[in-house]
């Protein structure tokens, strides 16, 4: 008969991994499968080992940033203008940083980690298959209704999440076919990938997405070629090649970066709202209205209370008021520097472990950190819902195979 802490243990683990599958799809089903994980992570603290495998993932070194981001996020609160709700509400949106010691606790053998990354390939997998077949086919269910090239294919989220997580996606398939153990698997991973960037680049209006993935092919090149200067350079004139080429085949990309430009441009509240208008606007007022409390911020939760008394227009605020668009000055206006700091710490254990990890891994980690740095400047990912439940749990997924490597190689 199977102990109760082994199925407690069994229950956290399977939870975790339809987190995984859920929230590029539903934010509703990726919740409910978290808050069963740490339910059962709960009672296995107390009929199981959840505890230990918790305290040993404490060394990882991706906890402390975490935990010490979200403790001060905590702190903020203390001098914010907000009212209790909204606090909670910003609490409730950063929380999973306080999870991540369990999330790498439970994500401490090869096969739970294997499992979660099949499980996120495999939902993005089927958003990238209803992608191409949206530009034939109507489905009543996806975000969008436009058939053909040109158009924006958007399946489950808004462009700007669906751009992020493809394009990382995009990542992880050349991974696979850089390590696949046959030819065939090889190249099948490649298509993957070939057919995600594309979907990215032609299939979908979302900007972000379309610097995200250059931005990351261009780093993850770098690192799977090494050293090497003559594949770096060959790697280089290949994705100046795929940059020109797309720039003059996407009449939407070209549109788009167009549209960009002209709004970034001519930006100000006193014409009608624009998207790269807007962000402007929002990191102008963010860093301005920092340097009034550059240490400490304004207070966790503040952002939403003292935005509409520099936005006073209802159209301009009903775009900008809620989040700045950028989680760089997010912090800084609201932690301080303090915040900014904790939160580059964050990113830099990531990139640091990258340095340490064989050629393969070090692209794909870092491929990871580019996504996260273009993300993060364009939108408030560890504030929204769908990017927060990616960023944190990709963190925690691509970091939880370091304990267990160094036990590995102490072991006698």
């Known amino acids: 008969m199977t102990p109760p802490s082994t199925l407690l243990q069994q229950g956290a683990k399977a939870s975790l991994t339809l987190a995984f599958f859920a929230f590029p799809m539903s934010v509703a089903l990726a919740n409910v499968a978290l808050l069963l994980t740490l339910v059962f992570w709960l ?14 993932a404490l060394s990882n070194p991706l906890a402390p940033p975490a935990l010490a981001l979200f403790a001060w996020i905590a702190l903020a609160a203390l001098w914010s203008p907000a009212e209790g709700p909204l606090i909670g509400a910003a609490l409730g949106k950063y929380s999973k940083l306080l999870w991540v010691p369990v999330f790498i606790g439970l994500l401490n053998d090869p096969a739970m980690r294997r499992r979660c990354a099949q499980a996120f390939a495999l939902a993005m997998l089927f958003t990238l298959v209803v992608t191409w077949l949206n530009v034939w086919f109507d489905f009543s269910w996806t975000r969008t209704h436009n058939q053909g090239f040109g158009e924006d294919h958007t399946v489950f989220k808004d462009r700007i999440a669906q751009g992020i997580l493809m394009s990382f996606f995009t990542v992880m398939a050349l991974h696979q ?20 960037a594309f979907s990215v680049l032609f299939l979908s209006s979302g900007r972000t997405g379309y610097l995200a993935l250059l931005l990351a092919l261009a780093v993850f090149a770098v690192f799977a070629v090494g050293l090497h200067r003559r594949r770096l350079a060959i790697a280089a004139l290949a994705l100046v090649a ?26 100000s509240i006193t014409v009608p709202v624009t998207s790269a208008g807007a962000r402007m606007e929002m990191n102008r007022f963010a860093l301005q209205s920092a340097l009034e409390h550059p ?13 509409p008394t520099h936005f006073t227009d209802p159209a301009w605020c009903a775009v900008v008021c809620v989040h700045p668009h950028n989680q760089f000055a997010f912090f800084l206006f609201e932690q301080g520097l303090i915040g900014l700091a904790l939160f580059l710490w964050f990113v830099f254990a990531i990139a640091r472990q990258a340095w340490r990890e064989d050629t393969p891994r070090r692209a794909l980690m870092m491929g990871f950190v580019t996504v996260l740095l273009v993300a993060n400047t364009t939108h408030s990912s560890f504030w929204l819902s769908t990017e927060n439940h990616f960023f944190i749990l990709m963190s925690a997924l691509l970091m939880a195979a370091i304990p267990m490597r160094q036990r590995e190689r102490v072991a006698p």
């Open 43 to 56: 009672l296995g603290c107390v009929w199981g080992h959840s505890l230990r495998d918790t305290r040993q």
């Open 177 to 196: 076919a850089m390590r696949a153990p046959t030819r065939a698997r090889g190249v099948l991973a490649a298509l993957v990938a070939a057919l995600a």
């Open 242 to 267: 795929v940059m020109a080429i797309t720039f003059t085949t996407s009449t939407q990309l070209r549109s788009r970066v167009n549209e960009a430009w002209l709004e970034a441009r001519d930006s």
């Open 295 to 307: 240490v400490l911020g304004h207070g966790t939760a503040s952002y939403p209370v003292l935005s």
